[in-house]
Nanobody, 119 residues
Framework: QVQLVESGGGLVQPGGSLRLSCAAS????????MAWYRQAPGKQRELVAT???????NYADSVKGRFTISRDNAKNTVYLQMNSLKPEDTAVYYC?????????????WGQGTQVTVSS
């Protein structure tokens, strides 16, 4: 089994910052790409940012210049540093990890963490 444990969500004022973390665990789990998605009430889940095993990153236009995705391969952990937060960033944030375990592909989702941006 592969598990993802997210942390770091909460309530923050507009213009503030939060840092999300997502740690993956599981025997013989080899990670390729890691990503963050979010889902606001009444909206579809959308991709926020991705980071490959080589460290290449990609961002949704709505968060470019404000969010930074990074990973620590030794800890099997992906981070999302969110700065200059806006009310429209309010959503449940989910991490997503694409890897393999015992020769089989594993696409795993975290449990989600709530981010609320409000004054």
């Amino acid at each position: 089994q592969v598990q993802l444990v997210e942390s770091g969500g909460g309530l923050v004022q507009p213009g503030g910052s939060l840092r999300l973390s997502c740690a993956a665990s599981g025997s013989a789990f080899s990670i390729r790409n890691m990503a963050w998605y979010r889902q606001a009430p009444g909206k579809q889940r959308e991709l926020v940012a991705t980071v490959t095993s080589g460290g290449s990153t990609n961002y949704a236009d709505s968060v470019k210049g404000r969010f930074t995705i990074s990973r620590d391969n030794a800890k099997n952990t992906v981070y999302l540093q969110m700065n200059s937060l806006k009310p429209e960033d309010t959503a449940v944030y989910y991490c997503n990890v694409d890897g393999s375990q015992y020769g089989s592909r594993r696409l795993v989702w975290g449990q989600g963490t709530q981010v609320t941006v409000s004054s």
